[in-house]
């Protein structure tokens, strides 16, 4: 129910609430319990207010078309800051503002950007209820779009002050859009301080605070203090046809495919498998009792980019939003319908494009934005694991860096050892969508696809990231993957989506000890006899050659990967150099 009432005790939450409102003055403060009804109160007023169009309900039950400013459609790495009491601390790959400058600067923007406005308060957690993993935040926040999405992604209201109790730690969030200016727009992060303040964007990775800011950014520094990964990481659960259950987490840069992997489909020859998302963006891993890696998924939704998602790329998504679902800056069809660029079926007449103006595909522009978005509860996912609401987590068998290379970088590739995994994860990164076709494009390093989403330094990251290995008695196995590589005339060698559940079945096979592989200067590599091709739809000669490796392009590629080691300064652990070294070596012996 929207409620005026304060329904915790928690001092230090009510006062900083105080603080917060007594800078922002805001009309009216309306705490969030996160229930139906609530839901449909605040739905109802959306509406009204114009955030929300509501959809065809015979089309697309419970679901609202959102437009957001045009100037505010996605994250900005550039205004997202990292506010740690030194610069060492933020690294040379952040951005850094020391804290009392950043307060000053964002508090003069928050001063009164609530005038007229009501400010909610939303109580979320990241993790499942009752489960170690699990952090509080709250989000105070004069969107109605945000209140509304962070129901959608996370456990929100009650649950979370439940959590809390009266005098728990939190994670204080404040947001605000203000004038939606981007010359007045920051997302500053402040880790002492377990602080968020974000100003001028209402989009959702800038905006709904639990995601990128906290469950990443933030989290990564309580992560490497405690001992532990916080990861952007999709986690997948493959059983058998023989009943065994297994589990993978994968990294991948943004618009690589992440969430269509997460929610794959079994080719028709792999119809005995069940394949199961726990999530799709975020993995925070602990070592568990038994000595594995075990991994949640701190969020509760899917924040997904529409364009491009369809019945053949990802049927499951398909299914996820065809109900109960927020849309941000797709099309509008002329019965109350969604449509994006890539969906199923001929372009429909009479179309609305994204800014809410009559769009034909003669218009030359997009009708849905390239970042539009659904928003929608896991709930939704026919292929939801029954473990993805599990307290403990689920064990992680096998971890996989993926990344979008059109040369060098073979199918699959699996990692000598712990240490080597942690190179390839280091040096990974993708090739800018815009390189021709064929031509080498430029490699943008993304090092486990953290690179907008670390709170805190490179260097220091990758020695925590060796610094598990002596933590996880039974690590699992690190593998990379690239999905993207083409041929010398352009083509894909690997036709991708359902059939990348052959890589993934040598990948869980080699985890369990069991397939075969050729031993290469850079990692073991499947012959094409150890996947299975059976039924595969691929000319002859293209998957030996997306597997093969390129020795002189690796001693190139292992060149260039000096530049990268180099820009990180001092802090890069000294043997992740030597490893590239002594893999540059290994080649030139071969
Ligand atoms: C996302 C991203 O929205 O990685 O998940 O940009
Ligand atoms: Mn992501």
Same mark, same amino acid.
């Given at each position: 129910?929207?409620?005026q009432?304060?329904p915790t005790t928690?001092? #230090?939450?009510?006062?900083? $609430? &105080?603080?917060m409102?007594?800078?922002?003055k805001?009309d009216r403060?309306v705490w969030?319990?996160g229930?139906?009804?609530?839901?449909?109160?605040?739905?109802?007023?959306?509406?009204?207010?114009?955030v929300?169009?509501?959809l065809n309900?015979?089309?697309?039950?419970d679901?609202?078309?959102?437009?957001s400013n045009?100037n505010?459609v996605?994250?900005?790495?550039?205004?997202t800051v990292?506010c740690?009491p030194?610069?060492?601390?933020?690294g040379p790959?952040?951005?850094?503002?020391?804290?009392?400058? *950043?307060?000053?600067?964002?508090?003069?923007?928050?001063?009164?950007?609530m005038k007229?406005?009501t400010?909610?308060?939303?109580?979320?957690?990241?993790?499942p209820?009752?489960?170690p993993f699990?952090?509080?935040?709250?989000?105070l926040?004069?969107?109605?779009?945000?209140?509304l999405?962070? #129901?959608?992604?996370?456990?929100m209201?009650k $649950?979370?002050?439940?959590?809390?109790?009266?005098?728990?730690?939190?994670n204080?969030g404040?947001?605000?859009?203000?004038?939606?200016?981007?010359?007045r727009?920051?997302?500053?992060h402040?880790?002492?301080?377990n602080?968020i303040?974000s100003?001028?964007?209402?989009?959702?990775?800038?905006a709904?605070?639990?995601k990128?800011?906290?469950?990443?950014?933030?989290?990564s520094?309580?992560?490497r203090?405690e001992g532990?990964l916080?990861e952007?990481?999709?986690?997948l659960? *493959?059983?058998?046809?023989?009943?065994?259950r297994?589990?993978?987490?994968?990294?991948?840069?943004s618009?690589c495919g992440?969430?269509?992997?997460?929610?794959?489909?079994p080719?028709?020859? +792999?119809s005995?498998?069940?394949?199961?998302?726990v999530g799709?963006d975020i993995?925070w891993?602990?070592?568990?009792?038994d000595?594995?890696?075990?991994?949640v998924n701190?969020?509760?939704?899917?924040f997904g980019?529409?364009?491009?998602?369809?019945?053949?790329?990802?049927?499951?998504a398909m299914?996820?939003?065809?109900?109960?679902? +927020?849309?941000?800056?797709?099309?509008?069809t002329?019965?109350?319908d969604?449509?994006w660029e890539g969906?199923d079926g001929?372009?429909p007449?009479?179309?609305?494009?994204w800014?809410?103006?009559?769009?034909t595909?003669a218009?030359g522009?997009?009708?849905?934005?390239?970042n539009s978005?659904?928003?929608?509860?896991?709930?939704?996912?026919?292929?939801?694991?029954a473990?993805?609401?599990d307290?403990?987590?689920?064990?992680i068998?096998?971890?996989?860096?993926?990344g979008?290379?059109?040369?060098?970088v073979?199918l699959v590739?699996q990692?000598?050892?712990?240490?080597?995994? $942690?190179?390839?994860?280091?040096?990974?990164?993708?090739?800018?969508? *815009?390189?021709?076709?064929?031509q080498?494009?430029?490699v943008r390093?993304?090092?486990?696809?953290?690179?907008?989403f670390?709170g805190? &330094?490179?260097?220091?990251?990758?020695?925590?990231?060796?610094?598990m290995?002596a933590?996880?008695?039974?690590?699992?196995?690190?593998?990379?993957?690239n999905?993207f590589r083409?041929?010398?005339d352009g083509?894909f060698l690997?036709? #991708?989506?359902s059939?990348n559940?052959?890589?993934l079945?040598?990948?869980?096979?080699?985890?369990?000890?069991?397939?075969g592989?050729n031993?290469?200067?850079i990692?073991?590599?499947?012959?094409e006899?150890?996947?299975?091709l059976r039924?595969?739809?691929?000319?002859k000669?293209? $998957?030996?050659?997306?597997?093969?490796?390129?020795?002189?392009?690796w001693?190139?590629?292992?060149?260039?990967? *000096?530049d990268w080691?180099?820009?990180?300064?001092?802090?890069?652990p000294a043997?992740?150099?030597?490893r590239?070294q002594?893999?540059?070596?290994?080649?030139?012996?071969s």
């Amino acid at each position: 129910m929207l409620t005026q009432e304060r329904p915790t005790t928690h001092r #230090g939450l009510l006062q900083w $609430v &105080d603080e917060m409102a007594r800078m922002c003055k805001p009309d009216r403060i309306v705490w969030c319990d996160g229930s139906a009804e609530e839901a449909k109160l605040l739905t109802q007023q959306a509406v009204a207010d114009g955030v929300f169009e509501t959809l065809n309900p015979e089309k697309r039950p419970d679901s609202y078309l959102h437009r957001s400013n045009p100037n505010d459609v996605a994250r900005v790495e550039e205004l997202t800051v990292i506010c740690s009491p030194t610069k060492e601390e933020a690294g040379p790959t952040n951005n850094w503002m020391a804290p009392d400058e *950043a307060y000053r600067k964002l508090g003069a923007i928050f001063d009164g950007s609530m005038k007229g406005r009501t400010m909610y308060v939303v109580p979320y957690i990241m993790g499942p209820a009752g489960s170690p993993f699990t952090k509080v935040g709250i989000e105070l926040t004069d969107s109605i779009y945000v209140a509304l999405s962070m #129901g959608k992604m996370s456990r929100m209201g009650k $649950v979370a002050l439940d959590r809390l109790g009266a005098g728990g730690d939190f994670n204080k969030g404040l947001h605000s859009v203000a004038d939606c200016d981007p010359k007045r727009r920051w997302i500053c992060h402040f880790p002492q301080d377990n602080t968020i303040w974000s100003v001028g964007s209402g989009y959702g990775g800038n905006a709904l605070l639990g995601k990128k800011c906290l469950a990443l950014r933030i989290a990564s520094t309580y992560a490497r203090r405690e001992g532990w990964l916080a990861e952007h990481m999709m986690i997948l659960e *493959a059983t058998s046809p023989e009943g065994e259950r297994r589990y993978v987490a994968a990294a991948f840069p943004s618009a690589c495919g992440k969430t269509n992997f997460a929610m794959l489909v079994p080719p028709p020859l +792999f119809s005995g498998w069940k394949l199961r998302t726990v999530g799709d963006d975020i993995a925070w891993m602990r070592v568990g009792e038994d000595g594995r890696l075990w991994a949640v998924n701190p969020e509760f939704g899917y924040f997904g980019v529409a364009p491009g998602t369809n019945m053949k790329t990802n049927p499951n998504a398909m299914r996820t939003v065809a109900s109960n679902s +927020f849309f941000t800056n797709v099309a509008l069809t002329a019965d109350g319908d969604v449509w994006w660029e890539g969906m199923d079926g001929p372009i429909p007449e009479d179309l609305i494009d994204w800014k809410g103006n009559p769009w034909t595909p003669a218009s030359g522009e997009k009708a849905a934005h390239p970042n539009s978005r659904f928003t929608t509860p896991m709930s939704n996912n026919p292929v939801l694991s029954a473990f993805a609401d599990d307290p403990r987590g689920v064990p992680i068998d096998a971890i996989i860096f993926g990344g979008r290379r059109a040369t060098t970088v073979p199918l699959v590739l699996q990692s000598f050892d712990w240490k080597h995994g $942690v190179y390839l994860g280091s040096t990974m990164g993708s090739e800018t969508t *815009a390189a021709a076709a064929g031509q080498v494009g430029v490699v943008r390093r993304d090092p486990m696809a953290m690179l907008p989403f670390l709170g805190y &330094d490179m260097g220091s990251y990758f020695q925590h990231w060796l610094d598990m290995e002596a933590r996880i008695p039974r690590p699992p196995k690190i593998f990379m993957v690239n999905w993207f590589r083409k041929g010398a005339d352009g083509r894909f060698l690997w036709p #991708g989506f359902s059939e990348n559940m052959r890589v993934l079945k040598w990948i869980l096979d080699r985890s369990a000890g069991k397939a075969g592989a050729n031993e290469t200067p850079i990692g073991y590599t499947p012959r094409e006899s150890d996947l299975d091709l059976r039924e595969l739809d691929a000319r002859k000669g293209d $998957v030996a050659e997306a597997l093969s490796i390129d020795l002189p392009a690796w001693t190139r590629e292992l060149e260039t990967q *000096a530049d990268w080691y180099r820009s990180l300064g001092g802090t890069l652990p000294a043997s992740l150099e030597s490893r590239r070294q002594s893999l540059l070596e290994h080649i030139s012996r071969s």
